[in-house]
C-alpha cells in the first residue's frame, strides 16, 4: 500500500469513527465496559431493536406422515431446519461453532473489538466481505435476511446482503442492542449446570445454531444437519461430527463433505481440511486434548458419514407419491389453510408442520402389489391400474395407489405426474368413462321414486326419441335423433326385474328405468353422492349418460359407492388427520364432513341389488373368501376402452379401474400380463383384483352382514289397481304403467255386448285392488264376434264348466235353453224322458216337475204326487 492509500483510509475510516458516536470506541473496549457504559444510560451507543430482529418466524421443513404418526411419506422445505432447544443440541457442537466462528463469543457484548481495525479497511478499500464478525452479528444479518424472505421484500433483501460499511455499522449497532435486550430479559450470568437457555448468550447461541446454514440443498439449522450428515439428532454428535458441521457453515457449498461435482468427484478433501482446521482451534482452546485430536485427524471425514437424504418432496416416497401429492393440493387448495394472508404451500413449505394423513400403510402396500400382479408397469398396449379405498364411515383415504411410479417430470420410465385416481383439480387427468358403475345411481333414483327392486321394466331393445323418453328440467331430450342401446350377447331380454337388470348389467333395462325418470334427478342424486366429472365439466343430460358414457375418476367412484356403504350418508374425502406445528400445537384442518345424500332405505336396496352382481356367472371370481358378504358392480365402457369394478363391504370401500390413461384403447383381441384376451370387462381383471385386495385388507376382521331392504324397497308399496275396462289398449297400459304394473294382453279376445271391440274387456286384479308395482296384470280385449264354441260346441269339451273366454257370470247361458250350439246335448230331457223317471242321475238331482221325495211338484193334482205314484219310501 502506498502512503496515500494509507492516509485515505485512515481518514476514512475516522470520518465512519465520527459518524458512528461512540460506536468504535464502545467496540474496542472490554465486554464489561461496555456493559458499564450501557448501565450508565449511553443509549446511543446501540440501536433500538426493530420488530423482525425481536419475532421473525424461521422456515422449517414439514413432514408428512402416514396414520400411524410414524411412517414418513416426505417432507417439504424451503429451508430444510428443524429447531431444536439449546439443550437438545450436543454440548460438542456448541464448542465447536464458538471455537472457529466466535473465540471469544463469551467475553463480548455483541462485536468483537479484534481485528475490526483491518476488517473495515478491508471493507473500504476491496469489494470483498470479510470476517470478523460474531455469532451475534451474523445471527443480526440472518436474522433479517429471513425476515425479508417471509416478506418476500426484495428491496429488504438486497439491504441485507448488501457488502458496505454502513451495513456492517448498523449491524455491529443492532448485535450490541440485541445482546443488552437479551441480557436484560434473561440475564447476562449462564448457568453452567442447566443445559437450557438461561441467559442472553445463550438465547444468542441457540437462535444461531437454529437460523444459520450448514451445508448446500438448503440444508439450515444444526438438527437437519446431523441428521443429514450422521443420521442421529443433533443432541447425539460427537466431537469429530460436531466439528465437521461447524465447519461447513462459513461456505456451505464449499465444505459440504457430500457434494458431488460435475465431473463425479467428491468433496472430501476439502471438507477433511476444514473440518481439522475447527478441530485445530477446539485443541487450541483446550477442549479437546491432543491425543483426541490426532485421532480424529486421521479419520477420514468420508468414515465418519452416514448420510440420510430427506425424502424431499412426494417423489422420493416408496409407498405412496401419489396420494402424498393428493395432500399437498389439499394444502395448497382448502379454504382452512388459505387464510390470515398466508398460503397454505408456504405453511407447507415454511411451516415446521407434522402432518398424520390416513394412509393405511398395510393397505396400500397390498393395493401396490395386487395392481401390478395384475398389469405390470411398462405393458405394451399402455394400460395402467390404478385404485382408491375408503373408510365408509368416515370417508378416510385409506390407500390411493397405480402402477406407475412418480416423477414430476415425467421422464423416468413408466413413470407419471398425473394421478389417476382423482380428478384434475387434485392433479388428476380428465377422468374415464365409468362404465355400468354408474347404473347405481339410476338405481338409487328409481328407488327414490318409489319404485321397487321386483319391478318389471322392459329389457327388449328399442328406439328411444323425445316422444318415449321422459322430459327433463330442462326440456325434452332426444329432439333431433334417437338413441338404441344394445347389450353384451343377446338383445331380446323381455321384460325382467330390476334385481336381475342390475345382476346382469342389462343396458336396455336401465334405459327403460331411465326413460321413466327425469335425467335431472338422476344427477342431482348422483351429486349429492359425490359425483361429478373429473375435469370439471357440467353432466350432460344425455340418456347415454346412465350407462356411464361420461368421465369420473376412481375416487369420486368410492365416493359414491362409500354412500352405499354407511347407509346413504355421503361423507366428503378425507384425508389428512391432524396437523401440528413447528410448536407442537394442533393447527385447523378439514373434518368429517357427512350429511344423509339418499334415505337408508334406498341404500340398502341398492346394496341387495349389488350383492346379486357377486352371485351372477360374471360376479362370481370376484366373490370374497370364506362367504364374506359384499356387494359390488362391474363397469365396462365403450368398445372395452376403460374396465372398472367398485364394491364395499361395510368396513371397506374400494374401486379399481383398467383403462389406458392417454387414449381411449379398446380391451379387445389383447394380451395382459401374458394372457390373451378376446374382450376384457370389468368381471375379467379388475373384479377378481378387487377381490383379492379385499380378501387381504380384511384378513382377521369379522364378517359384518349388510341390512335386509324394507319390504317396500323389495316389492314395492302396494297401490290401488285402476278400472280399466272400456278403454283403449294403450290407454290401459300407459295408465297401468304409470302406477309401475306391468302389463300383459291375453292373445284370445273375449266377446263383449257392452265393450267396443279392441278395448279392455277384462282385467286380471279388479278395480280397487291394492297391488305392489311390478305385479303383472293380464287385459283382455273385446270383440264383437261370438266364439266358434257358441255355434258349435266341441267334442269332449265338459258342458258344465264355462270355457276360458266366456264373459258371462251364469254357466250355461240362458240362451242355450232355448237355442244350444251344434253338439249341445240336452242332459235333462234325456235323463227324465219316461215320465215315470222322477230323478236325473247325472245331476243328482229331481226332474223337472218332481220334489226331492219324488213327489209332485204340482199342487194342482188331486193326490199330491203329480204323476200317479203314490209317496212311499222304496
Known amino acids: 500500500m502506498t502512503a496515500v492509500q494509507l492516509v485515505s483510509a485512515l481518514l476514512t475510516f475516522v470520518a465512519f469513527s465520527v459518524i458512528g458516536g461512540f460506536l468504535l470506541a464502545g467496540i474496542a473496549l472490554p465486554a464489561a465496559t461496555v456493559g458499564a457504559s450501557a448501565a450508565e444510560g449511553t443509549s446511543d451507543l446501540f440501536e433500538d431493536l426493530p420488530d423482525e430482529l425481536q419475532d421473525v418466524s424461521l422456515s422449517q421443513q414439514s413432514n408428512i406422515y402416514a396414520r400411524d404418526g410414524k411412517t414418513l411419506l416426505a417432507t417439504f422445505y424451503s429451508q430444510n431446519r428443524v429447531v431444536v432447544p439449546l439443550e437438545e443440541i450436543s454440548p460438542w457442537m456448541q464448542k465447536a461453532i464458538v471455537a472457529v466462528e466466535d473465540r471469544r463469543f463469551w467475553e463480548h457484548h455483541g462485536v468483537d473489538g479484534e481485528g475490526l481495525l483491518s476488517a473495515a ?124 458441521i461447524a465447519g461447513v457453515t462459513q461456505n456451505p457449498s464449499k465444505w459440504d463433505p457430500t457434494r458431488v461435482f460435475e465431473d463425479g468427484s467428491n468433496n472430501y478433501d476439502a471438507a477433511e481440511k476444514r473440518r481439522d482446521t475447527v478441530l485445530g482451534t477446539m485443541y487450541e482452546q483446550g477442549m479437546i486434548t491432543k491425543a483426541e485430536f490426532d485421532e480424529y485427524e486421521a479419520t477420514p471425514v468420508e468414515d465418519t458419514l452416514n448420510v440420510s437424504k430427506p425424502l424431499v418432496s412426494c417423489a422420493a416416497s416408496d409407498i405412496a407419491p401419489f396420494f402424498c401429492d393428493y395432500v399437498t393440493k389439499v394444502i395448497a387448495k382448502n379454504e382452512v389453510f388459505n387464510s390470515d394472508g398466508q398460503s397454505g404451500t408456504q405453511l407447507l413449505y415454511k411451516g415446521g408442520l407434522d402432518i398424520i394423513t390416513t394412509l393405511d400403510v398395510k393397505k396400500q402396500k397390498i393395493a401396490t402389489e395386487e395392481l401390478y400382479n395384475s398389469v405390470p408397469a411398462g405393458d405394451a398396449n399402455g394400460y395402467a391400474m390404478a385404485m382408491v379405498a375408503l373408510d365408509p364411515s368416515t370417508g378416510e383415504i385409506l390407500s390411493m395407489t397405480q402402477n406407475r411410479s412418480y416423477d414430476p417430470a415425467a421422464e423416468a420410465e413408466n413413470s407419471t405426474s398425473i394421478n389417476y385416481s382423482v380428478d384434475r383439480e387434485w392433479g388428476g387427468s380428465k377422468g374415464f368413462s365409468v362404465g355400468s358403475t354408474f347404473k347405481t345411481i339410476v338405481l338409487a333414483d328409481w328407488l327414490q321414486e318409489g319404485h321397487s327392486l321386483k319391478e318389471y321394466v322392459n329389457a327388449g331393445k328399442q328406439k328411444w326419441t323425445s316422444e318415449n323418453w321422459a322430459e327433463t ?43 321413466q325418470l327425469d335425467l335431472c334427478d338422476i344427477r342431482d342424486v348422483g351429486e349429492a353422492m359425490g359425483y361429478q366429472n373429473a375435469d370439471g365439466s357440467d353432466f350432460l343430460l344425455y340418456p347415454s349418460s346412465i350407462i356411464g358414457s361420461q368421465n369420473g375418476s376412481p375416487l369420486t367412484m368410492a365416493e359414491v359407492y362409500q354412500t352405499y356403504a354407511n347407509g346413504g350418508v355421503h361423507c366428503e374425502p378425507l384425508a389428512i388427520r391432524s396437523i401440528t406445528d413447528a410448536n407442537g400445537e394442533e393447527i385447523a384442518v378439514p373434518q368429517k364432513d357427512c350429511r344423509q345424500a339418499i334415505s337408508k332405505e334406498v341404500a340398502d336396496g341398492v346394496t341387495y341389488a349389488m350383492e346379486g352382481v357377486l352371485e351372477t356367472n360374471a360376479g362370481r371370481n370376484s366373490q370374497l373368501a370364506d362367504g364374506r358378504p359384499a356387494a359390488g358392480k362391474t363397469g365396462t365402457s365403450q368398445n372395452n376402452s376403460h374396465t372398472w369394478f367398485a364394491g364395499f363391504t361395510p368396513q371397506l370401500v374400494s374401486v379399481f379401474w383398467l383403462g389406458n390413461p392417454d387414449e381411449d384403447t379398446p380391451q379387445q383381441n389383447v394380451t395382459i400380463n401374458g394372457q390373451w384376451y378376446n374382450y376384457v370387462y370389468g368381471s375379467t381383471i379388475a373384479g377378481p383384483t378387487w377381490s383379492r385386495f379385499m380378501n387381504r385388507a380384511l384378513d382377521g376382521q369379522e364378517q359384518v352382514d349388510f341390512d335386509e331392504p324394507t319390504d317396500d324397497v323389495l316389492n314395492g308399496i302396494p297401490v290401488r289397481v ?35 271391440s279392441g278395448n279392455v274387456a277384462a282385467q286380471s286384479y279388479g278395480s280397487g285392488a291394492m297391488v305392489t308395482p311390478g305385479t303383472t296384470i293380464r287385459l283382455t280385449l273385446a270383440t264383437d264376434q261370438l266364439p266358434e264354441w257358441w255355434y258349435t260346441w266341441p267334442e269332449g269339451w265338459d258342458q258344465n264348466e264355462a270355457p276360458s273366454d266366456y264373459w258371462g257370470s251364469t254357466w250355461p247361458p240362458a240362451e242355450f235353453e232355448t237355442n244350444p250350439p251344434s253338439g249341445w246335448v240336452a242332459e235333462e230331457a234325456a235323463q227324465c224322458e219316461d215320465p215315470e223317471d222322477w230323478w236325473n242321475e247325472d245331476k243328482n238331482e229331481p226332474c223337472p216337475g218332481f220334489s226331492e221325495d219324488g213327489s209332485s211338484a204340482d199342487p194342482g193334482n188331486g193326490n199330491g204326487n203329480g204323476n200317479g205314484r203314490g209317496n212311499d219310501d222304496d
Open 121 to 244: 479497511y478491508t471493507n473500504l478499500t476491496s469489494d470483498s466481505s470479510p470476517g470478523a464478525s460474531t455469532l451475534t452479528q451474523q445471527l443480526v444479518k440472518n436474522t433479517l435476511l429471513q425476515a425479508a424472505e417471509n416478506e418476500g421484500d426484495d428491496e429488504a433483501i438486497e439491504d441485507a446482503t448488501e457488502v458496505s460499511l454502513p451495513r456492517k455499522i448498523r449491524e455491529w449497532r443492532l448485535a450490541l442492542a440485541l445482546e443488552q435486550n437479551l441480557d436484560e430479559q434473561l440475564g447476562a450470568e449462564c448457568s453452567a449446570d442447566d443445559p437450557a437457555v438461561d441467559c442472553g448468550k445463550e438465547e444468542i447461541l441457540q437462535q444461531y445454531l437454529n437460523i444459520a446454514q450448514f451445508g448446500g440443498n438448503s440444508l439450515y439449522g444444526v438438527e437437519s444437519a446431523a441428521q443429514y450428515y450422521f443420521s442421529k439428532p443433533a443432541s447425539e454428535l460427537t466431537a469429530i461430527e460436531a466439528a465437521t
Open 722 to 756: 285402476p278400472n280399466v275396462i272400456g278403454m283403449r289398449q294403450w290407454q290401459a297400459r300407459d295408465e297401468l304403467a304409470e302406477l309401475g304394473f306391468r302389463v300383459s294382453f291375453s292373445e284370445t279376445p273375449v266377446y263383449s255386448s257392452t265393450v267396443e
Open 473 to 515: 328440467c330442462e326440456g325434452p331430450v332426444l329432439t333431433s335423433g334417437s338413441w338404441s342401446p344394445g347389450n353384451v350377447g343377446e338383445d331380446s331380454q323381455g321384460y325382467i326385474t330390476v334385481l336381475d337388470a342390475t345382476a346382469r348389467s342389462i343396458n336396455t333395462a336401465f334405459a327403460d328405468m331411465a326413460s
